[in-house]
Every structure is written in C-alpha cells, then in structure tokens.
C-alpha cells in the first residue's frame, strides 16, 4: 500500500471538511458565490483551498457583526 497517497487523499478530506462545516453556516447567497467561485468544494484544487477556508471565516466573521 502506497501510505503517501493515502496519508495525503486523509488530509485532502479533512481540509474539505473544515471548508464544509464553515460553508454549512454562510447563507445562501454566499454559498452560491463559493461555488461560482471553485464551482463546489468537491471540485476545489487544494492549492486553493487555504485561500477558500480564509474566505469562508472572513465571511462568518462579517455576518456575526
């Protein structure tokens, strides 16, 4: 068993969980400007997904205030 890929296909998932879980809490309309945006967070490429989970929590942090 190839343990690099695989350690490597864990922390892809996880790193599109959190991106899920923050998502889950944006409105609608957010939601849908994300996946105009990386089309779903299925489909994002990881090298985005820094810049996507950053994103979502500027989001969650304006709609709190």
């Known amino acids: 068993m190839n343990y690099d890929k695989e350690f490597d296909l864990k922390v892809l998932n996880i790193k599109r969980e959190l ?3 923050l998502l889950k ?4 309309k957010q939601i849908t400007f994300f996946n105009r945006m ?3 967070i299925n489909d994002i490429e990881e090298k985005n ?3 996507a ?3 979502c929590k500027k989001t969650l942090e ?3 205030e």
Do not use: P
């Not at 809490?25 to 609608?28: F, P, V």
């Open 25 to 28: 809490q944006c409105t609608d």
């Open 49 to 51: 997904m820094k810049r």
């Open 62 to 64: 304006a709609n709190n």
């Open 53 to 55: 989970y950053f994103q």
């Open 38 to 40: 990386y089309k779903s």
């Open 19 to 21: 991106i899920r879980k």
